[in-house]
T-cell receptor
């Protein structure tokens, strides 16, 4: 899978929107952009994924740049429960191996 | 809805002792199953995956083994634990390979 780059940490106030960036300049045309998060002492949790168009679900929104070299996970109103490590992962659907390469992710701190 | 169970939640075992961790999935048939390990301060490492009963593939050579005796049951075993086997063990499932993976609550293993 192609490499992603994320900031090590970010901080947000509760009830404010959070924009978590991810750079993937070597993305290929068949790479899907997946986001997972891992709360402390829990297993990772699937958040959202997309290919070219922006995506929304009940948890978050995913904004994908027109050239697909970057994307942003948007939490519309951060809560204390959103404090977690967020992982941006590229998945080449036809050719991917079976492992999810989580990397180091972005540690999000949410303050009251 | 689908549910994934893992037990035990925590385990402390001496070096050289055997290990058996169990994972079961409810609410889906013929899932793809995965065992991951997360060592302290490190990313997730895929250990084994299975696409069907009795079909096990290993990603990393080690003193661990996996078995899938039933469609929705995945077992991780060791005959003799090493100190380096300590970590957070996570079971996951997916419908398609590759696709979104859904993780269990994990087992925290400490080898003393």
């Amino acid at each position: 899978d192609a490499k992603t780059t994320q900031p090590n940490s970010m901080e947000s106030n509760e009830e404010e929107p959070v924009h978590l960036p991810c750079n993937h300049s070597t993305i290929s045309g068949t790479d899907y952009i997946h986001w997972y998060r891992q709360l402390p002492s829990q297993g990772p949790e699937y958040v959202i994924h997309g290919l070219t168009s922006n995506v929304n679900n009940r948890m978050a929104s995913l904004a994908i740049a027109e050239d697909r070299k970057s994307s942003t996970l948007i939490l519309h109103r951060a809560t204390l429960r959103d404090a977690a490590v967020y992982y941006c992962i590229l998945r080449d659907v036809p050719n991917s191996g079976y492992a999810l390469n989580f990397g180091k992710g972005t540690s999000l701190l949410v303050t009251p | 809805s689908q549910t994934i169970h893992q037990w035990p939640a925590t385990l402390v075992q001496p070096v050289g002792s055997p290990l058996s961790l169990e994972c079961t999935v409810e609410g889906t048939s013929n899932p793809n199953l995965y065992w991951y390990r997360q060592a302290a301060g490190r990313g997730l490492q895929l250990l084994f995956y299975s696409v069907g009963i009795g079909q096990i593939s290993s990603e990393v050579p080690q003193n661990l083994s996996a078995s899938r005796p039933q469609d929705r049951q995945f077992i991780l075993s060791s005959k003799k634990l090493l100190l380096s086997d300590s970590g957070f063990y996570l079971c996951a499932w997916s419908v398609s390979m590759p696709g979104e993976q859904y993780f269990g609550p994990g087992t925290r293993l400490t080898v003393t």
